[in-house]
T-cell receptor
C-alpha cells in the first residue's frame, strides 16, 4: 500500500509570491491534515479536510488556505509569501472516522524556502 | 487548552544504554489520546504508539516501552539498549475529544546515539 506522497519535496520562492503544495493520501483515507514545522514554533496544525470539507482549523492567517478534491487529494495554498513562511509542511492522512482520534500517517513533507 | 511539554531538548547516549524521553501533557478533557512519533533526518513523522486516557496499562514493543501515569499527566517513552538507528527527533502529541484528529505536539527531543 503506497504511503502519503507530497509534491514537490523542495520549493524556493520569493517574498510576495504564492505557492501551492499537494498531498495524496493513502488509498481509502478520507481525511487530510496539514502541519507547519519551523525551528521556532515547532509543529503546528494548519487545517484538516474530510470529504472535501474543512473540518478543523488552526490559528493561521487567511493567507493559508486549502482544499480537498473528490479523490481525497488535497492542496494547500499560501499567498503573499513572507520570510517566516519558510518551513517544512507536512501532510497527514487518516481514515477520518469520527468518535476518536485516528492514527495519522505522515508524508515526507515539502520544504519551502522563502527568499 | 491543550499543552504538551517535552523538557529534554537533546539527549546523547552511547549505544546499548537505556534512555527515557519525558512527556507531560495538559488537557481539560477526560477523554484524550496520546501519541509518540519519531522523525528521522528524512523528515517524515513515523507513528510509534497511540494510547487513550482510559488505558493506563504500560506497553512494551520490542525495545520500546511506554509508561502512562494519569496522576502525574505523563507519558514517558523508554528505549532499551539503544542503537544508532534510534537517532532521531521524538515528538509526543495529544488529541482530545474536542479537537478530533488535530494533534498538539511537544517541542520534541533530539536523541543522538553514539556508537
Amino acid at each position: 500500500k503506497a504511503g502519503v506522497t507530497q509534491t514537490p519535496r523542495y520549493l524556493i520562492k520569493t517574498r510576495g509570491q504564492q505557492v501551492t503544495l499537494s498531498c495524496s493520501p493513502i488509498s481509502g483515507h478520507r481525511s487530510v491534515s496539514w502541519y507547519q514545522q519551523t525551528p521556532g514554533q515547532g509543529l503546528q496544525f494548519l487545517f484538516e479536510y474530510f470529504s472535501e470539507t474543512q473540518r478543523n482549523k488552526g490559528n493561521f492567517p487567511g493567507r493559508f488556505s486549502g482544499r480537498q478534491f473528490s479523490n481525497s487529494r488535497s492542496e494547500m495554498n499560501v499567498s503573499t509569501l513572507e520570510l517566516g513562511d519558510s518551513a517544512l509542511y507536512l501532510c497527514a492522512s487518516s481514515t477520518g472516522t469520527s468518535g476518536s482520534p485516528n492514527e495519522q500517517f505522515f508524508g515526507p513533507g515539502t520544504r519551502l524556502t522563502v527568499l | 487548552a491543550q499543552k504538551v511539554t517535552q523538557a529534554q531538548t537533546e539527549i546523547s547516549v552511547v549505544e546499548k544504554e537505556d534512555v527515557t524521553l519525558d512527556c507531560v501533557y495538559e488537557t481539560r478533557d477526560t477523554t484524550y489520546y496520546l501519541f509518540w512519533y519519531k522523525q528521522p533526518p528524512s523528515g517524515e513523522l513515523v507513528f510509534l504508539i497511540r494510547r487513550n486516557s482510559f488505558d493506563e496499562q504500560n506497553e512494551i514493543s520490542g525495545r520500546y516501552s511506554w509508561n502512562f501515569q494519569k496522576s502525574t499527566s505523563s507519558f514517558n517513552f523508554t528505549i532499551t539498549a539503544s542503537q544508532v538507528v534510534d537517532s532521531a527527533v521524538y515528538f509526543c502529541a495529544l488529541s482530545d475529544r474536542s479537537s478530533g484528529d488535530k494533534l498538539t505536539f511537544g517541542t520534541g527531543t533530539r536523541l543522538a546515539v553514539r556508537p
